[in-house]
């Protein structure tokens, strides 16, 4: 059994909560907030969960085996230090760190003490990204050739990090997992609407070694909520709506023939193609309780997670990067490797 303290219990704590309450091998023993209303609803709803203001409690306590931070990014490094020393393992909320020097240290830290670090990125624990990295794997997509993201609503203003590094989090560990490439350049633009806050609104480019380009779009001040991808291929397409109920992953037969026919030189040498949709089957459960089920196995079994502390480093260079380009308005930069 894998005995879990939870630091933090403000918007997602309860769903780790949840969710680790639920998943076999587990055990939530404690929660720490330092609001005692938030602990006052936990202990209304899981009355066996002893809870605490003091995250120390935590770490110093002998009957947690591990420990999930769900607490704002200026916190994840002093948070998870502490609880890696204190010989716990880790599970982080997304993105693991504020600087890419913070990442570095909590990823040594945890190979050196041989604990599990996982990084809560829960894309790549849906059906939907799963099945999308089964479709790029297989090759039916053919050739890889641009990534196009659109994630944006009305949203909850984060008050240390810019929207890039709340929303387009998503998409790099979604291209990370399914794509397996990493940008060599970043460029990204935006604007802040509110005085003294960080950006609420930013485009993102990331330029790879071939051909291949992402484009991200996001946004807190959109009047709809949209979570739309776009991923072309030579031979095929996807589009994943993850705000579709049912078909959240479509795939069209759907892209370009090119001629070099002699004949045709004096005519357009690309041709389109249309062909039928589909929507494959997707597994239904639930990302986090997937996420929650893989933590406990990787700490059982001492395997490296999928979303580990190596992925988390990635994605924080890759918004270090974006955030740099962001502040000199769009310069080219290239990602630290």
């Known amino acids: 059994m894998i005995r879990l303290g939870v630091i933090g219990y403000g918007y997602w704590g309860p769903n780790l909560v949840r969710n680790f309450a639920d998943t ?26 002893r809870t605490t203001t003091r995250h120390q409690d935590l770490f110093e306590a002998t009957d947690i085996d591990a420990i999930a931070v769900a607490t704002p990014v200026s916190t994840h490094h002093e948070l998870g230090m502490a609880a890696l020393r ?21 990823v040594a830290e945890a190979a050196r003490r041989k604990l599990v670090l996982l990084v809560d990125h829960t894309f790549p624990y849906t059906g939907a990204v799963r099945k999308i990295r089964e479709l790029v794997a297989g090759g039916s997509l053919g050739k890889i050739q641009y990534y196009d993201s659109t994630r944006v609503n009305l949203g909850l203003f984060q008050h240390d990090v810019s929207v890039l590094w709340d929303l387009a989090v998503h998409d790099l560990s979604i291209m990370s997992y399914v794509l397996g490439a990493k940008p060599v350049a970043v460029s990204a633009v935006g604007q802040k609407h509110v005085a003294g806050q960080p950006e609420n609104i930013a485009w993102l480019t990331l330029f790879y070694d071939d051909s ?27 589009v994943y709506d993850d705000l579709e109920p049912s078909e ?16 045709q030189i004096y005519q357009l040498l690309v041709g389109y193609r249309a062909g039928d949709v589909w929507s494959p089957k997707l597994e239904t459960s639930e990302a986090l309780q997937n996420e929650a089920r893989h933590f406990v196995d ?24 974006s955030s740099r380009s962001l502040s000199e308005q769009g310069r080219l930069i290239q990602v630290e490797r």
Not at 304 to 319: Q, S
């Open 212 to 238: 291949l380009i992402a484009h991200i779009n996001v946004n807190w001040l959109a009047p709809v909520k949209i979570r739309r991808t776009m991923i072309g291929g030579s031979e095929k397409m996807i």
């Open 24 to 49: 076999p091998g587990a055990q939530v023993v404690a929660v720490a907030d330092f609001r005692p209303e938030r602990l006052e609803r936990l202990g209304r709803a899981y009355p066996s969960i």
């Open 86 to 106: 204190a010989g716990k393992h880790l599970l982080m909320e997304k993105p693991l760190a504020a600087s890419v020097a913070e990442a570095e240290e909590l």
């Open 248 to 263: 959240k992953v479509k795939v069209y037969d759907s892209g370009l023939t090119l001629t070099e026919d002699p004949k």
């Open 298 to 321: 990787c700490i059982e079994h001492g395997t490296a997670p999928i979303t580990g502390g190596d992925n988390g480093l990635e994605v924080v260079r890759i918004l270090d990067a």
